[in-house]
C-alpha cells in the first residue's frame, strides 16, 4: 500500500486592505464650502471687473424728432457715480449712497458739465446732505428731490439745460 503523503499545503492568507474610511457629511463640508466661496468671489470680481463696466460704460443715446425742424436730436446722459452723504438729522450713523445721472442734449454741455464736475458734486453734496431720511425715502418727496436738483444746476449752466436727472443707484443705509 501505498502511503500517501497528506501534505498541509498552506495558502498565504489574503492581505487585509486598508480601510478606507467612509466620508463624511463633515469632511465633505470642510472640503466643498471653501471651494465654493472661492469660486463666488472669483466670479463676482470677474463679473465687477470685465462684465460691468462694458455695461455702463456706453453712453445712453436715443434719437429725438423735433416738431420744428425734423432733425433728431442726440441726447446722453452723463453719470456722477458714488456720491456718498450723511443725510441731515442722522449724526453720521446712516449714510446715502447715490449715483446721479444726467440727461443733456447736446455734446457742447456735456463738456460744460465735465468741465465743471467738482461744482456739480458739490451742488448734489449740498442738496443731499440738507435732506432727511424721510425726504430720500418717500417717493413723492424724491421727484421733488429731482426737480431741485435740475433747477440748481440748471441755474450754473451756460450753454443749454439739463432736461432730467434719474438715480441709477440710492442706497440708504
Known amino acids: ?3 500517501e503523503t497528506t501534505g498541509t499545503t498552506t495558502t498565504p492568507a489574503p492581505a487585509e ?4 474610511e467612509p466620508l463624511n457629511i ?3 463640508l470642510i472640503i466643498s464650502i471653501p471651494i465654493i466661496l472661492v469660486q463666488i468671489v472669483l466670479l463676482y470680481f470677474l463679473f465687477a471687473k ?3 463696466p462694458g455695461m455702463s460704460a ?3 443715446a436715443k434719437e429725438e424728432v423735433t416738431a420744428e425742424n425734423a432733425v433728431p436730436e442726440q441726447t446722453q446722459v452723463m453719470v456722477i457715480k458714488d456720491i456718498i452723504v450723511n443725510p441731515a438729522g442722522t449724526n453720521g450713523t446712516r ?3 447715490t449715483t446721479v445721472g444726467m440727461e443733456i442734449p447736446s455734446p457742447e454741455l456735456k463738456l460744460e458739465l465735465e468741465a465743471k464736475e467738482i461744482q456739480t458734486r458739490d451742488i448734489l453734496n449740498t442738496i443731499l446732505t440738507s435732506k432727511g431720511l424721510e425726504e430720500l425715502t418717500v417717493p413723492q418727496y424724491k421727484e421733488l428731490l429731482r426737480k431741485e ?3 440748481k444746476l440748471n441755474s450754473t449752466l451756460t450753454k443749454g439745460k439739463i432736461k432730467n436727472i434719474y438715480f441709477s443707484k440710492f442706497i440708504i443705509q
Open 1 to 3: 500500500m501505498a502511503k
Open 17 to 20: 486592505a486598508p480601510k478606507s
Open 26 to 28: 463633515k469632511k465633505i
Open 50 to 52: 470685465f462684465i460691468a
Open 58 to 60: 456706453q453712453p445712453h
Open 95 to 97: 449714510f446715502l449712497l
Open 149 to 151: 436738483i435740475l433747477e
